[in-house]
């Protein structure tokens, strides 16, 4: 090694030693040894490791997701759309890299997945209490989904919270009600523990909204936002679908789902509704 280099390494951080044999700095404040012991594959197939560390992936973007959607409702309720908008925002950015890690997947063959796939037994992607407390915070408290997790409420407290408490969307209505657009009564005072339905009076509103942006600026832009964010979860509900297809066929899911059929019901759904039945009548 030449002086200039030896100098070179010794400036680096890297290469100091750490005090009394500890992690790094960064290892330790993110406790990244932790994060790495926690994917343990059950077979020798190295296809079940990247699964494992993929849905990992997902579940912390879930994480993150649901982080910016809180902050977006406490910022309506605030009355501050336009941070409400920029934290809507940054859930998007979440939302498409989410999108890319299904091409990871895609990767792999489907006789490779079938080399691990029985040691998934009854588990499965829908089981995730992370995505649940998402949809929830996103308003689609399908009776079905709540029903499945009752029991898990005591275990998981930010399902618990999400069933009780009020969605984005309502968050966003209630703002709109409070700028004086006519929001019907008994939507901003439905029970908010339940599935949001689709309400003729509310479509009305955003149609007002979009026929005079230059008069509603900043609900035409939290209009634009919240149809983004629904935008990306359809997107990624698609690409599940088609992951799925391509992986399995039309074989029947893990967790107890009819698989392919399944998803393309949920492939329907929309969240906040009534922004895309406006589109049609613009």
């Known amino acids: 090694m030449t002086a200039s280099s030896a100098d070179g390494a010794a400036g680096c951080p890297a290469a100091r030693p750490d005090r009394d044999g500890a992690a790094p700095a960064y290892v330790s404040y993110a406790r990244m040894d932790t994060l790495h012991e926690l994917a343990v594959p059950r077979t020798e197939s190295p296809r079940e490791l990247t699964f494992i560390l993929i849905s990992h992936v997902k579940e912390l973007l879930f994480r993150v997701v649901h982080t910016e959607i809180d902050q977006a409702r406490k910022q309506l309720r605030s009355r501050r759309p336009q941070d409400a908008c920029a934290s809507m925002e940054r859930a998007v950015r979440a939302q498409r890299v989410l999108l890319a890690s299904w091409d990871v997947m895609t990767a792999m063959t489907p006789d490779e997945f079938l080399t691990f796939r029985d040691v998934l ?72 523990t339940r599935q949001y339905e689709a309400d003729p009076g509310v479509e009305e509103v ?9 008069r509603h600026p900043r609900e035409h832009r939290l209009a634009e936002a919240l149809t983004e964010l ?21 074989k029947p899911g893990t967790g107890g789902t009819s698989g392919l059929g399944w998803l393309r019901s949920i492939n329907e759904h929309r969240f906040f509704p009534e922004l895309w039945a406006a589109r049609t009548r613009l």
């Not at 407390?133 to 930010?158: I, M, Q």
């Not at 955003?206 to 230059?214: D, E």
């Open 206 to 214: 955003w149609l007002s909204v979009y026929r005079a942006p230059g």
């Open 121 to 192: 037994g009854t588990a499965s992607g829908t089981q995730s209490f992370m995505y649940r407390a998402l949809e929830f915070s996103l308003g689609n408290k399908d009776p079905h989904s709540v029903r499945d997790c009752l029991s898990h409420l005591d275990r998981y407290p930010v399902l618990r919270a999400e069933l009780d408490a009020p969605s984005l969307y309502d968050e966003a209505l209630r703002y709109l009600g409070g700028n004086g657009l006519p929001v019907p009564a008994h939507v901003l005072e439905r029970d908010v």
């Open 230 to 250: 629904s935008y990306q979860f359809s997107l990624w509900r698609a690409n599940h679908l088609l992951v799925v297809e391509r992986m399995l066929g039309s």
